[in-house]
């Protein structure tokens, strides 16, 4: 089966090789197991079901939560000349029944299909009326009731179980810690099935945190600075917030569009297809932009506030530099954004025992972005993997300085007792930093012990304090005080002096500065090499146009960038080149060819 699977691989999709579990759990599938598949965007998850359905007699049912996604990845696989359909609100009902058709005569080697619709009777009548060869449930972390991207039809998707007792079922994500695993395999019925789980780095990225000090204008100077004429996609919390950045990116001259729930669809539809087909946009939206883009040349993933969790925040993150490029994940965050998301949890509908999961989630992220160890370590650590300081994020590159900071958290404890464990941040930092305002004197804090003690250290000195000691649990937020500052029952330790506190020590926010990028494993194009790969990145367009798919359905940018390094001057050379198949060399190879050689 190996040989089998290979000669696909090469014949069809145009790699060279298999990369990690991918020929285990093709391997495996094909032989008719189930499986539960995690592995990091851009690491080729989907070889693991499509090579068993071209491999396996039948057609391979994929089922796959937006539109969008099923769309781009039938319009590759039809690239590549494989017989592949999608069934979803889009199409006409003579297009459904033409479908539908060529799926009960044995004409499809894939159907993608949305949960919705594959729960109805019609859909699942058809495919009982079908040979099947496998059944995939891509992006899974969907059945995770508490988890970021809950889809409730995900729920009722234990039903193929019943209906196709016979057929193997591959469940496939990204994101997934030990729980959120454990809810996919028992929600989906996957009793029995091997679970096949990579390492979840994503070594091109480099993640990169600051202190928010007027949000905007940092993400300008990141953008500028680093990315500018490049795709990338800034996430913020509210719709309010993503029309405010969006407008405000354009007046700064960047190219940006907005996407969240509350746009008409039409327009929603459109700024995708815009981001999708062109190179230099930058996408500003709600999380409910993103999931399973299949755009591989997102340069940077931006946050102006902060995730709810750690999976979140990977699964974002993941959408950058899918092709292997060197990419960026970029955050600023503030302590408001913590009070924000505290609040939001304790006014939910949710249940006690799912506010607690949500409020620990985020003590995760808040920990990961206080960290002053390796993110990369912090963030594998989270799913239970190992692993060595990176040195590709901002402490790594730039280690933080830490310092005893016992008597400055015992100071900010002492203050918030005696304030009264009543108010916010701000007022205590005021009146640690004695600060003579109308709150401070009409209420007497202007005459606690504690009042100016902490003069030496500025504003923004003690707002990273306060961050940090609500990182490590010695403070926390009470929401029905709104928002203000309490004592834990770890803080008696720290104010009796029985317990030592280091802290990160706090300094001025650099400015970005432009860094060098190279492809994962290769070495920057020379002058001659690179206007080659800009030749061809304009034949590229033309030839998505003429197409009507988009640009990186034609090829990648590191196939491209391959081309212009190598040079092949003959269509044997050219097979050569990772991601060039018999089908894409046969379409596409004498142009390539010629283009090379003016």
């Not at 619709?117 to 969907?142: F, K, N, P, V, Y």
């Not at 190179?279 to 993933?301: E, H, L, Q, S, W």
């Not at 902060?306 to 899918?322: C, D, H, I």
């Not at 300085?401 to 108010?423: E, I, K, P």
Request: hydrophobic residues 40%; glycine residues 8%.
């Amino acid at each position: 089966m190996n040989k089998q699977a290979l000669a696909v691989l090469n014949e069809v999709f145009g790699y060279p090789e298999f990369r990690g579990h991918q020929a285990a759990v093709i391997e495996h599938v094909t032989g008719g197991g189930d499986a539960l598949v995690l592995m990091p965007t851009g690491s080729g998850k989907s070889l693991c079901y499509q090579i068993p359905a071209l491999l396996r007699e039948g057609m391979g049912v994929v089922v796959s939560p937006l539109i969008s996604l099923m769309q781009d990845q039938v319009a590759a696989l039809a690239e590549l000349g494989v017989r592949a359909a999608f069934l979803n609100s889009t199409l006409s009902w003579t297009e459904v029944a033409e479908i539908e058709a060529r799926a009960r005569r044995g004409e499809l080697d894939l159907l993608y299909v949305a949960p919705e619709r594959l729960l109805t009777e019609r859909c699942l009548t058809l495919l009982a009326a079908s040979r099947l060869a496998l059944i995939a449930i891509d992006e899974a972390h969907c059945v995770s009731q508490w988890g970021h991207d809950f889809r409730p039809e995900y729920l009722q998707l234990s039903v193929l179980k019943e209906r196709f007792p016979g057929v193997p079922r591959i469940a496939l994500t990204a994101t997934a810690d030990a729980h959120t695993r454990g809810e996919i395999l028992e929600r989906l019925q996957l009793d029995g099935a091997r679970v096949f789980v990579s390492s979840f780095d994503r070594p091109n990225i480099r993640y990169r945190i600051v202190e928010k000090d007027d949000g905007r204008r940092q993400l300008v100077d990141f953008i500028r600075t680093e990315h500018a004429g490049e795709a990338g996609i800034v996430y913020c919390l509210s719709r309010k917030k993503v029309d405010e950045t969006a407008s405000f990116l354009e007046t700064q001259g960047i190219a940006a569009l907005a996407y969240h729930a509350g746009m008409e669809s039409d327009t929603r539809r459109r700024h995708q297809e815009r981001f999708q087909r062109e190179d230099a946009i930058v996408m500003v939206a709600t999380i409910a932009f993103g999931m399973g883009i299949d755009k591989p040349d997102v340069r940077f993933v931006a946050h102006l506030d902060l995730p709810k969790s750690v999976e979140g925040y990977y699964q974002e993150t993941g959408r950058a530099g899918r092709d292997g490029l060197a990419a960026d994940a970029w955050m600023a965050y503030g302590l408001q954004d913590v009070v924000q998301l505290r609040r939001m949890i304790q006014e939910s509908e949710a249940g006690e025992a799912q506010k607690r999961i949500q409020a620990a989630k985020l003590d995760a992220m808040l920990g990961l972005c206080e960290t002053a160890e390796c993110r990369r370590v912090r963030l594998l650590g989270y799913f239970g993997e190992t692993a060595s300081p990176c040195g590709n994020c901002d402490t790594c590159l730039d280690p933080p300085a830490t310092f005893d900071g016992t008597l400055a958290a015992q100071q900010l404890l002492s203050c918030v007792y005696r304030t009264g464990q009543r108010f916010g941040a701000m007022h205590v930092i005021d009146v640690l930093r004695g600060e003579a305002t109308d709150k401070a004197t009409e209420r007497g804090h202007d005459r606690l012990s504690t009042f100016g003690i902490g003069r030496e250290r500025s504003e923004r000195e003690w707002r990273a304090i306060v961050r940090q000691c609500i990182a490590l649990g010695i403070l926390e937020i009470d929401h029905d005080a709104y928002g203000a500052l309490r004592l834990t029952s770890d803080s008696r330790g720290v104010l009796r002096a029985e317990r030592s506190i280091a802290l990160r020590a706090w300094r001025e926010s650099k400015r970005s500065a432009r860094r060098a990028r190279t492809a994962a494993g290769a070495g920057e194009l020379s002058a001659e090499a690179l206007q080659l790969f800009e030749r061809l990145r304009a034949w590229r367009l033309e030839a998505a146009r003429r197409h009507g798919v988009p640009a990186y359905v034609i090829f990648h940018d590191a196939t491209l960038r391959e081309i212009a390094r190598v040079r092949p001057s003959s269509l044997d050379l050219l097979r050569g080149i990772s991601g060039i198949g018999a089908r894409k060399l046969e379409a596409y190879g004498e142009e390539i060819v010629g283009l090379v050689q003016l």
